[in-house]
């Protein structure tokens, strides 16, 4: 739309018509086209003030309130400095223009775009008294306040990019009007009569924001009206649900300012009232008010993390004052509803940490009933309702919590011994026939077997008997699952324990062929394959032909997969080779086979995925058999690798795959995958298939372009490009990758849409300057890679962004490493050559797009990046690094300062190691953010 006349104010208010009223769904996607468009335009601001102005309806008011705020808070640099006063004043008046009738979400949108301009004008000194002057009447109060509101929330968006100058600007301006915004609540809570509720909502949410932000200072809590309101609120059990869900926040951030005060003081006043509403508490749970609940609950648990540190620090024989609070969370556990302890966890997770750190043994004891006690609690929590009929499926919610109670368990346990809690639910295990109650036990046995020491005899044995004594038939299914999970994770255990090998193979083979537990049974048979593969090779037969039975097993993909790592992982302790090849070549042929099959009967147009016509199902089995399968196996002739003859004559079979399957990148990945646990199981001695397989990546990836190619390249280098015989034809590989990566990464948003395609490539090009760095240093395309990877150095995306930076420290690095090499000189000079020639616009690059785009996670790459630069030439480096910083846009709320941009560049040039580099640009970044 840039660079059109401006549309008419009719022509924008019969789009939004549409976008909201028409029944066309073309017509409505039209107009949503158009007006996205529209938005983006410079027109938006006139016409959104026209809008706002004429009233029409209410959706082009939302529209355009909604159109300002974005246009603030993204484009507002469109706007002359000249013109900031009048679209104050204009907005300013569209919020004195709202009534009682003014739709919520109109005054919100309206609020919002004033707050984002307050944050955005440094011109406009004391906005905040202003506003209060200005918008000081009843009619306009509620406005006033969430103005006020938003305010301190807005001031951390990362949307604005305020700068840290800006950000620290507001909070001493707020911290000024603190005083005069007290006034105002507590005038607003003695004067309000109509429309009582809202106010006073809006009053502690107001107060709440401030409070959070740390313009308020903490001392005066115990003065305020809006404190003492919100108590009021919390300590009556009549108090309307939106209200007491403010009063809760209210508190909560209040005692999150409390974790970063010191005044023992105030910390025990505030303590006391949060222990008295567990008054409350239990009338909200007599009336079954679980919203309430759930606000007292976080009150409490919010209360235990501000103190944790303080708890946990005082000595064992002076426990700090508000250790009590621990059991009235524990309290709120035992609420029937499993939301509740749910609010909890990450106190526990807290406290589990600071145990583990502090590895004292008295600080443990005093924890450990509450341990107890929770653990307990969970294990009620997990019961399924007695009714059910099935097992749970993993996507319920309840599926879900049970999965976070068992990791706070393993992470909690170490407080209790697994051995006491396998004790406790032994206990419920005795004391009960209800099969809910069994399962919850058995589940929370499973979360902490793994922890239990392989030589316990007490109370593993009595329960592991009573697991396997458990009948195939008249036990509900959810009970033979968990047991059967269990079985698994007590492996360790068994494969200690040998002489219950063979009754645990039993009960796990006649759990295969049990369509509801036969997943469960093929984790369980992998994780003992696993554990206990010495005892496991003299029943490797029964393991083979439950192999050759797997895809008649009512079995997942993952599952069936495992039970193929299980067999692997016991063909590599084998120690005789006729028996090891023997068993190995039967357990691939029967991957090899079934894809063969597949192919011949060029059924790839009908797949289905995880059935037996994918074949992902075999590629993937296959791909554990070549990674699990160990180089260090035993054999007395280690060479050749025992696999090497299997992979030989599986090799015309994945060839063909990738043919037949070239249109399906999915399966071409899984392909390439396959392709490459093989090379990596033979290392240099599959050498007989790589000239064949570097040709065909060549053919396929100039037709297809998947990225995978480029990954199962990177592979073959890493393998080969130490032998002096392949070098050559791995750089003419790479070479000839080049046309067909260039080509898909210059079309418009080729980088931002192809983020795999630049990861793998950069990471091949990586490996051979890490394996052969002498001849890929004097190949010809080198310096159109470099230009390559100065445009992708913007890019937001992990994996990419890390492969680029690590290919360029990798480059200036190696002018550095291996000084005894005898080419190192040689290298030196080449790698000072690109230094001289592209330096300057890579220290530019990285600088620019580290502080003005890319995420916070890519400035340790990028730091190791500028540091090995300055480490070649640290005058040179210092004068690009100044060039770059003068570059940076002077637009901003607050310029940054001089002194600022000092502080960075001798930060930068000082630096010891590369960490220092990439915290200083994390720093030095939030003053643009």
């Known amino acids: 739309m840039e660079g059109a006349p401006a549309p008419s104010l009719e022509l924008v208010a019969k789009a939004i018509t549409s976008l909201y009223n028409s029944p066309d769904c073309t017509e409505k996607a039209d107009a949503s086209r158009w007006l996205n468009e529209y938005q983006k335009s410079v027109y938006a601001w006139t016409i959104s003030d026209q809008l706002l102005q004429q009233k029409l309806n ?94 301190p929330e807005e001031v951390d968006s990362r949307h604005l990019r305020l700068g840290a100058n800006r950000r620290q600007e507001v909070k001493d301006e707020l911290k000024k009007s603190s005083d005069a915004l007290s006034q105002l609540l507590d005038s607003c809570l003695s004067n309000a009569t109509d429309n009582q509720l809202h106010i006073q909502n809006m009053v502690i949410k107001c107060y709440s924001s401030w409070l959070i932000l740390g313009v308020l200072p903490v001392n005066s809590v115990t003065t305020s009206g809006v404190i003492h309101l919100a108590v009021s609120v919390l300590s009556h059990h009549a108090s309307p649900a939106s209200l007491h869900e403010s009063a809760s926040d209210c508190i909560i951030n209040l005692l999150t300012r409390l974790e970063k005060e010191n005044n023992e003081a105030l910390e025990r006043q505030i303590f006391d009232t949060v222990i008295r509403f567990e008054t409350s508490y239990h009338v909200a749970v007599s009336e079954e008010d679980l919203d309430k609940c759930l606000n007292y609950c976080r009150i409490f648990t919010e209360t235990g993390e501000s103190f944790l540190t303080r708890m946990v620090a005082s000595p064992p024989s002076s426990p700090h004052f508000s250790i009590p609070v621990l059991d009235t969370v524990l309290l709120c556990c035992t609420h029937p509803d499993y939301e509740m302890p749910d609010v909890t966890f990450n106190l526990w997770y807290r406290l589990s940490e600071e145990l583990y750190s502090r590895n004292d043994d008295n600080l443990i004891e005093i924890f450990k009933p509450y341990i107890v006690k929770l653990i307990l609690c969970l294990s009620r929590h997990c019961q399924m309702e007695p009714d059910m009929v099935s097992v749970l499926s993993d996507d319920e919610d309840f599926s879900e919590f049970r999965s976070r109670v068992s990791d706070l368990i393993k992470d909690c346990v170490f407080i209790v011994g697994s051995s006491a809690v396998f004790i406790h639910m032994h206990q419920q295990l005795k004391a009960t026939s209800q099969w809910e109650q069994i399962e919850a036990a058995l589940f929370i046995m499973q979360a902490v077997a793994r922890n239990i020491h392989p030589d316990e005899l007490e109370i593993v044995p009595p329960v592991l008997q009573q697991v396997l004594a ?27 324990h040998s002489d219950t090998l063979e009754a645990v193979l039993g009960h796990l ?21 696993s554990q206990c593969k010495e005892q496991m090779t003299q029943h490797f037969g029964g393991l083979l032909q439950i192999l050759e039975q797997l895809d008649k097993f009512n079995l997942k993909a993952e599952p069936a997969k495992g039970l193929v790592k299980g067999a692997a992982l016991i063909l590599s ?22 894809l063969n099959q597949l192919m011949e009967s060029g059924s790839q147009a009908k797949i289905v995925r995880n059935t037996p016509g994918d074949p992902v199902l075999y590629l993937d089995r296959l791909s554990d058999v070549f990674r699990y399968v160990s180089p260090s196996n035993g054999c007395r002739v280690p060479t050749p690798h025992p696999c090497k003859g299997v992979i030989e004559s599986s090799w015309p079979v ?6 037949v399957y070239v249109d399906d990148e999915r399966i071409t990945e899984r392909v390439c995958r396959t392709i490459r646990f093989a090379i990596r199981c033979l290392g240099v001695q599959s050498s007989g298939i790589l000239s064949d397989l570097v040709q065909q990546l060549i053919r396929l990836y100039t037709s297809h372009k998947h990225s995978c190619y480029l990954y199962l390249g990177s592979i073959l280098v890493d393998e080969f490009a130490c032998e002096d015989g392949c070098v050559q034809g791995l750089l003419n590989m790479v070479k000839s990758f080049i046309a067909p990566t260039y080509c898909l990464l210059e079309r418009e948003n080729g980088l931002r849409d192809n983020p795999g395609t630049v990861d793998d490539f950069f990471r091949l090009n ?45 480059l200036f690095k190696s002018a550095h490493t291996r000084p005894d090499l005898q080419d190192f000189q040689i290298r030196q000079h080449l790698v000072g050559n690109l230094y001289k020639e592209f330096g300057s616009r890579l220290v530019e690059t990285l600088i620019t797009s580290a502080v003005l785009n890319l995420p916070y996670y890519t400035y340790s790459d990028i730091g190791d990046v500028l540091y090995y630069l300055s480490e070649l030439d640290k005058v040179t480096f210092c004068g690009w690094l100044e060039g770059a910083l003068q570059k940076l846009p002077a637009k901003g709320t607050v310029a940054v300062t001089g002194a600022q941009l000092e502080e960075f560049h001798q930060g930068v040039a000082k630096a010891e190691d590369p960490g220092d580099v990439a915290h200083r640009l994390r720093e030095f970044a939030r003053l643009w953010r």
């Not at 302790?573 to 079934?594: F, G, S, T, Y």
């Open 766 to 810: 990586n490996r051979f300057l890490q394996r052969a760095p002498m001849p890929y240093l004097q190949t010809e395309f080198l310096k159109s890679v470099i230009e390559c990877g100065l445009m992708s150095a913007n890019l937001d995306h992990r994996d990419a962004n890390a492969s680029v930076m690590k290919y360029f420290e990798t």
């Open 58 to 151: 209410m959706e082009s008011c939302y529209f355009a309130a909604q159109t300002l705020r974005s246009k603030i808070q993204s484009s507002f640099h469109e706007l002359p400095m000249d013109v900031h006063e009048s679209l104050r004043n204009s907005l300013l008046e569209h919020l004195r223009a709202i009534t009682g009738s003014t739709d919520t979400a109109i005054r919100t949108q309206l609020c919002l775009a004033m707050a984002d301009l307050i944050l955005l004008m440094p011109e406009w000194k004391n906005s905040v008294p202003e506003l209060m002057t200005k918008m000081n009447s009843m009619t306009t109060m509620l406005t006033l306040l969430e103005v006020l509101m938003v305010l």
């Open 654 to 659: 994945l060839s063909r795959a990738c043919d």
């Open 509 to 529: 083979l006649q759990g295969l062929q049990d369509p509801v537990v036969a997943s469960e049974a093929a984790n369980s048979l992998q994780s003992i394959c």
């Open 573 to 594: 302790i084998m120690k005789e080779k006729e028996q090891l090849d023997a068993a190995l070549r039967k357990v691939c042929e029967l991957q090899v086979n079934p």
């Open 470 to 496: 458990m009948p195939a038939t008249g036990l509900h299914q959810a009970v033979r699952v968990t047991a059967t999970r269990l079985i698994g994770e007590l492996g360790e255990w068994i494969s200690r």
